[in-house]
């Protein structure tokens, strides 16, 4: 760039240089100087460009917020608890799906007149066996997890549950537990979840029933549903119940 | 595993973790306020920085850029959740006067404050992902190569597509206030 001639504007790239990138590339800003010096109209261009860089930078932090607080120990903590909640998780998903087609299948084998039921018959030719539903050994019970989310969060850190999800209904059972885990989950499985290391946010759901289990460890938390706050445990409170539940429609306690 | 090798290994494990701290402690407030700026979401950005660095820290290592690394997950955790973008692009259009902070000025200032925050997150809203993207990341010390890393282009072309989007942004600006 410093073979450019002198008598030539500065380019595009030279501008956003001085701009975006002072102090990055020499060989740039000293022949763009010499330029200026003897260029009003380009001197007149990059005043308007730095103009309109400070006017954006003034208008960005006009919408800033407050930093929430937050600590390396807790990410390291949440990145060494985080491989188990999800694999959790998806052990949840993979159990409820082969119960769910243990469930069809035996279900649609069990109907005379069903497609399953027709081609059974006709691999096996024993009809008599799948033809008796009173002989047919009942599917093993399957027992699966509700969906949810479990992670060990710190003690002394706060926690809040927030329920987002827009025509949200339903209850929530609240259970102070001796455990060092928090649990949350609702057996339809329909609720979607984020979550970090102080907030579990519960962005989508049908109306329904949730659990939530709080380490008795575990001193301040509270359960919003958007502003509302409908459960609170702090230190203050010395008397929180083992067991609440939260009617989320009406926002109502019941003991 | 051996005594050395765990020493070693315990060694380099303790090494990553301060590391880690450091950035951590640098970088966790820029990239809250680049994500905040980004969806206008306090809670969803909180949400993707710690998710930003919980990754971090699960690869085991810091990688080179680690500002363009972090940028790049932060990108692909919102590109990933469609849930997410259409929660982000109602938050910004439609409830932009949620987003103030500090301490609660007179009503007439607060009032104006609030016009100008939802005129900054109509602008903001009327860039294209790319400029948006860039933009803020300038705005938080990103060097060319970062924000080259971070959006997918040619760190020679960063300066002049800096120098359109300032300038779309303006125009939005300017648009959205009149």
Redesign the interface.
């Known amino acids: 760039m410093s073979g450019r001639a002198e008598s030539s504007h500065l380019t595009?790239?030279e501008?956003?240089?001085l701009?975006?990138?002072a102090g990055?590339n020499r060989d740039i800003e000293r022949t763009a100087y010499a330029h200026l010096a003897i260029c009003a109209e380009c001197t007149q261009l990059l005043g308007e460009?730095r103009e309109?860089?400070g006017?954006?930078?003034k208008?960005?932090a006009?919408?800033?917020?407050?930093?929430?607080p937050?600590?390396?120990?807790t990410?390291?903590r949440?990145?060494q608890g985080?491989?188990r909640s999800f694999k959790l998780a998806h052990g949840w998903r993979v159990a409820a799906s082969v119960a769910a087609l243990v469930v069809v299948a035996a279900a649609a084998a069990a109907i005379p007149a069903s497609p399953v039921h027709r081609f059974l018959v006709r691999t096996f030719g024993a009809g008599d066996r799948i033809a008796r539903p009173a002989t047919t050994p009942s599917p093993a019970p399957v027992a699966v997890a509700p969906p949810g989310v479990s992670f060990v969060p710190g003690p002394d850190s706060p926690l809040e549950i927030?329920f987002t999800g827009s025509g949200m209904g339903g209850s929530v059972n609240i259970r102070i537990v001796d455990g060092d885990r928090v649990s949350l989950s609702n057996q339809d499985g329909s609720a979607?979840y984020?979550?970090?290391?102080t907030?579990i946010?519960i962005?989508?759901s049908r109306p329904g029933v949730f659990q939530l289990e709080i380490p008795r460890s575990l001193r301040e938390v509270r359960v919003r549903a958007g502003d509302s706050v409908l459960f609170e445990r702090a230190p203050a409170r010395k008397s929180s119940a083992d067991s609440v539940t939260i009617d989320l429609t009406g926002s109502k306690l019941r003991r | 595993m051996n005594a050395p090798e765990r020493s070693d290994s315990e060694a380099r494990l303790a090494e990553f973790a301060e590391s880690f701290r450091q950035l951590f402690d640098a970088q966790y407030a820029s990239l809250f306020r680049y994500l905040h700026r980004l969806t206008g979401d306090a809670d969803l950005a909180e949400d993707l920085a710690q998710e930003v660095f919980v990754r971090l820290y699960q690869r085991g290592s810091l990688p080179d850029d680690s500002r363009g690394w972090m940028a790049t997950v932060a990108h692909n955790l919102l590109r990933d959740d469609k849930r997410t973008a259409k929660r982000r692009l109602h938050l910004m259009q439609s409830r932009p006067l949620d987003l103030g902070g500090g301490a609660a000025p007179a009503a007439d200032e607060k009032t104006l404050a609030d016009e100008r925050r939802q005129s900054v997150r109509r602008a903001l809203a009327k860039l294209s992902e790319r400029d948006r993207s860039m933009l803020l990341l300038r705005h938080e010390g990103y060097s060319y190569r970062e924000v080259a890393h971070a959006v997918g282009v040619s760190e020679a072309s960063v300066g002049t597509l800096l120098l359109r989007a300032t300038a779309a942004f303006q125009a939005a600006l300017e648009e959205s206030e009149s």
């Open positions: 595009e790239t501008l956003a240089a701009i975006y990138a990055q460009m309109a860089d006017a954006t930078r208008a960005l006009s919408i800033d917020v407050p930093t929430p937050a600590s390396a120990a990410i390291i949440l990145a985080h491989a927030v979607t984020s979550v970090s290391s907030r946010s962005n989508e």
